[in-house]
């Protein structure tokens, strides 16, 4: 069986891609399935989370072939989640592939063969548009877009679906948009009930049910290296993750 391939994507910095990519992917893996996790980004920061170790081979050595991407595999202190890391290796990507054949394609040819491994692949993507972020939706199935509550949400939105379109039209049929989550969500602020409605009305159904709460236990998790299911199992973060596991579930 192929595995699911998802990717959290976003250009606009610091609106819980990382922070989604490792708790989604713990909650899936304590569900039972098998889960790896791959970090895209220069920053690393969805290693750490998984207490990985940045510096071995990870995923710009899997992208550029210098090793494969069973090589890449690292364990994390989740039975069933394994993680491929990044480094600072990949921001010179853009770069490097620039006059490269196929460049789209690169991490799609790297991850075919290990495809039936695992049930899901969860990729975290740079903030940003470019080469990276293009091969994973050149790979992916699915993408979901998280989106923090805060006034200026909504700019960049059309830019992304614009991309994955294009991309879907001229590179990869199988894209789909799997759904918008909001993030760091407060019921307090009417601000965040009016970015809810503004989205919800153009995007409706797309929008998933669960919303993720601006939670410290959420924030504090990743300096311990331990996904929320671990760090505080009973933090209303950990619960919205895990509602956010069931919706996905339920989705793919
Ligand atoms: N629900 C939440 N509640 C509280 N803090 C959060 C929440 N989600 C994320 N954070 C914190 O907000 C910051 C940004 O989150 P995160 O790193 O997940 O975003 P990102 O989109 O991956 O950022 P970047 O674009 O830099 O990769 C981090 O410090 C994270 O711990
Ligand atoms: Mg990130």
Same mark, same amino acid.
């Given at each position: 069986?192929?595995?699911?391939? #998802? #990717? *959290? &994507?976003?250009?606009?910095?610091?609106? /819980?891609?990382?922070?989604?990519?490792?708790?989604?992917?713990?909650?899936?893996?304590?569900? /039972?399935?098998?889960?790896?996790?791959?970090? !895209?980004?220069?920053?690393?920061?969805?290693?750490?989370?998984?207490?990985?170790?940045?510096?071995?081979?990870? &995923?710009?050595?899997?992208?550029?072939?210098? $090793?494969?991407?069973?090589? &890449?595999?690292?364990?994390?202190?989740?039975?069933?989640?394994?993680?491929?890391?990044?480094? #600072?290796? !990949?921001?010179?990507?853009?770069?490097?592939?620039?006059?490269? @054949?196929?460049?789209?394609?690169? !991490?799609?040819?790297?991850?075919?063969?290990?495809?039936?491994?695992?049930?899901?692949?969860?990729?975290? $993507?740079?903030?940003? @548009?470019?080469?990276?972020?293009?091969?994973?939706?050149?790979?992916?199935?699915?993408?979901? #877009?998280?989106?923090?509550?805060?006034?200026?949400?909504?700019?960049? @939105?059309?830019?992304?679906?614009?991309?994955?379109?294009?991309?879907?039209?001229?590179?990869?049929?199988?894209?789909?948009?799997?759904?918008?989550?909001?993030?760091?969500?407060?019921?307090?602020?009417?601000?965040?009930?009016?970015?809810?409605?503004?989205?919800?009305?153009? *995007?409706?159904?797309?929008?998933?049910?669960?919303?993720?709460?601006?939670?410290?236990?959420?924030?504090?998790?990743? =300096?311990?290296?331990?996904?929320?299911?671990?760090?505080?199992?009973?933090?209303? /973060?950990?619960?919205?993750?895990? =509602? @956010?596991?069931?919706?996905?579930?339920?989705?793919?």
């Amino acid at each position: 069986m192929a595995a699911k391939r #998802i #990717i *959290f &994507a976003n250009q606009k910095g610091g609106v /819980g891609k990382t922070t989604s990519v490792v708790n989604l992917g713990a909650y899936l893996a304590q569900m /039972g399935k098998k889960v790896l996790l791959l970090d !895209l980004d220069s920053q690393g920061n969805m290693t750490s989370a998984v207490s990985g170790d940045s510096r071995k081979p990870g &995923a710009y050595e899997v992208i550029i072939g210098k $090793c494969t991407a069973r090589e &890449a595999y690292q364990t994390t202190p989740v039975k069933n989640l394994y993680a491929i890391g990044g480094n #600072i290796n !990949l921001a010179g990507l853009n770069v490097e592939l620039v006059n490269e @054949l196929a460049r789209e394609f690169f !991490l799609k040819n790297a991850l075919d063969s290990v495809d039936n491994e695992w049930d899901y692949i969860i990729a975290d $993507c740079p903030p940003s @548009l470019g080469l990276v972020t293009i091969n994973a939706m050149c790979w992916a199935q699915h993408v979901i #877009i998280p989106m923090q509550c805060e006034y200026f949400a909504m700019e960049g @939105l059309n830019l992304l679906m614009r991309t994955i379109g294009n991309v879907k039209k001229q590179l990869n049929p199988h894209l789909e948009v799997l759904g918008i989550v909001f993030t760091m969500y407060t019921t307090r602020t009417r601000l965040a009930n009016d970015v809810v409605d503004d989205v919800s009305t153009y *995007f409706s159904e797309q929008v998933f049910n669960t919303r993720i709460p601006r939670n410290v236990r959420l924030s504090e998790a990743p =300096s311990h290296g331990l996904p929320i299911n671990v760090y505080d199992a009973s933090s209303a /973060g950990a619960k919205s993750y895990e =509602s @956010l596991a069931e919706e996905v579930l339920k989705r793919v």
